[in-house]
């Protein structure tokens, strides 16, 4: 039955919405006896009868929804991982978590507006006037900096990092395997810079750039522009593409490091099952989603947010490079 209300199940129980009411928030001090309790626990669930959430943060004060807006980023290990820290903390305090998966330009205060969340957590900086908007209906902002342009930016630091390696590995002429994914233009374009201004500084010719969808065909097309230009070193946006620059290399019939050494970012758990595993940058994922949900249960108790970890970017040194 659609649209089931309280009232629907009060008549079908034989007792008033006020007992519905007291049975289905298990109010304290209520003489119902357990039998009419049953009666209307059962003909709730029967009758498919699910409360609002919007009024039961009316009645209480306080709402158990934590709302947490996703950029549109494509969703892989290192978004799962933020996301898994985050259910995990707030579950804990019997909090739930409803991810929204930014999509076009429908305004975010048609969401929150509806669902009425306690808290709601960007990974991206909100926009000024719906920050405003939600704090004025009450709603707790926490806006964490993950990709705050505000901040120290770890994305060339990990370019750098990438170049540093495979230059102490011997190659001389290097390749960059950008991403065809135009959500992360922005995160592989810094990237990017990171690894041009290290070629620069070690006197290299400047980066070979080529999108490389996560395909092995496409790999195996990369690697051959690479390999007719002199390359003999890859840096990749992400270990996904750094896979299928490996699968481009076997397919060319090319040995991983000795013809042509890669280096990915993420440290993802397949890298180290690669072949040969993936030499790779990690972001410290675990740290920085750690650094999230303490942000968010210090709002949640009214405290000052902590201060961010300490560290960036670090090298995970594997076979490919």
């Known amino acids: 039955m659609a649209g089931v209300t309280s009232a629907d199940v009060a008549r079908e129980s034989g007792v ?8 289905l928030n298990d109010t304290e001090g209520t003489s119902i006896s357990e039998a009419t309790r ?36 494509p969703v892989g290990p290192v978004v799962e991982t933020i996301l898994d820290h985050l259910a995990d903390a707030l579950g804990e305090r019997n909090l739930s978590v409803l991810v929204h998966h930014v999509r076009g330009e429908r305004p975010l205060s048609h969401l929150w507006r509806a669902v009425t969340p306690r808290t709601v957590v960007g990974l991206t900086p909100f926009d000024p006037d719906e920050a405003r908007g939600m704090r004025q209906a009450g709603i707790q902002v926490v806006s964490t900096g993950v990709d705050d342009p505000a901040a120290q930016d770890p994305q060339p630091r990990i370019g750098r990092i990438q170049v540093d390696r495979l230059v102490a590995g011997g190659p001389r002429r290097i390749g960059y395997a950008t991403t065809d994914d135009r959500r992360v233009a922005d995160f592989a374009d810094r990237r ?12 290299l010719a400047a980066p070979l750039v080529i999108p490389v969808p996560v395909d092995a065909g496409a790999g195996a097309t990369a690697v051959a522009a690479w390999r007719a230009a002199g390359v003999d070193g890859v840096a990749a946006y992400n270990d996904e593409v750094a896979f299928a620059v490996l ?16 280096i990915g970012v993420d440290d993802v758990p397949l890298a180290a099952l690669a072949s040969p595993p993936l030499t790779t940058v990690t972001q410290a994922i675990e740290r920085e989603a750690s650094y999230l949900a303490a942000c968010v249960l210090a709002a949640l108790d009214g405290e000052d947010a902590p201060a961010p970890p300490h560290g960036g970017p670090v090298l995970v040194e594997r076979d490919s490079a």
């Open 16 to 23: 008033s919405r006020t007992t519905v009411s007291y049975v």
């Open 38 to 73: 049953r009666r209307v626990l059962e003909t709730a669930a029967r009758l498919g009868y699910a409360p609002s959430a919007a009024a039961r943060a009316l009645r209480s004060g306080r709402s158990d929804l934590v709302l947490c807006v996703l950029p549109d980023w």
């Open 192 to 203: 990017l810079a990171g690894v041009r201004a290290a070629c620069a500084e070690y006197g």
């Open 247 to 262: 699968a481009g290399a076997r397919i060319a019939g090319l040995a991983v490091p000795r013809d042509l050494a890669v």
